[in-house]
């Protein structure tokens, strides 16, 4: 799993004097590297990097009400809004359903739909896929719809599918 985040410059007295310990939080002992960038946009770039370089995959999916950023890379995986009159997007960024139960893209009803989402995500996945997949990125709370919450145990099984995909 990969870990990212963004630190305004602005919030920081000293941004070049910010050590890797204190980025990483409890993360820190197990950090080979760190990559410091100005924005979110530049830690999910740099999210969406280093899963290509570690799988040598090149498919990137996203639920299809996330909001990733206006960077170019970044746009390409946001599929909630800033899309449209853009230009040309990365050919291998894909939309999934969102785990959203109260306007669910399956017109299922959580819990008895046992995480419908979930199956149709991998099952587009593996549908869509042209070569090894690269990453799902995703946000913890869906911000662009309003605070969209996921149901509770949704996470740990993209979690526990992802390395796995073709037989989830």
């Known amino acids: 799993m990969l870990v ?8 920081l007295q000293s941004p070049g004097n ?3 310990g204190e980025a990483g939080g409890d993360h820190a002992g ?3 590297q760190s990559l410091f960038g100005e924005s979110a946009s530049d830690a999910n770039e740099f999210a969406i990097l280093v899963a290509r370089l570690f799988t040598g995959g090149k498919d990137v999916f996203s639920p299809h009400v996330s909001y990733h950023g206006l960077s170019s890379g970044s746009r390409s995986v946001t599929f909630a809004g800033g899309r449209r009159n853009h230009g040309p997007l990365a050919s291998d960024s894909h ?7 109260y306007r669910c893209p399956l017109a299922a009803s959580f819990p008895s ?10 099952e587009l996945i593996d549908a869509q896929s042209s070569a090894q997949t690269a990453a799902v ?3 913890t709370l869906f911000s662009a719809g309003g605070v969209i919450d996921p149901p509770a145990g949704c996470w740990p099984g993209y979690a ?8 989830c």
Request: aromatic share 12%.
């Open 30 to 32: 197990s950090l080979a």
């Open 137 to 139: 990125i995703t946000e």
């Open 18 to 20: 910010l050590t890797r």
């Open 4 to 11: 990212h985040a963004a630190l305004a410059q602005q919030y």
């Open 95 to 101: 939309a999934i359903p969102a785990p959203y139960c």
């Open 160 to 167: 526990r599918c992802a390395p796995i995909a073709a037989y």
């Open 113 to 122: 739909c046992d995480f419908a989402c979930l199956g149709a995500s991998f």
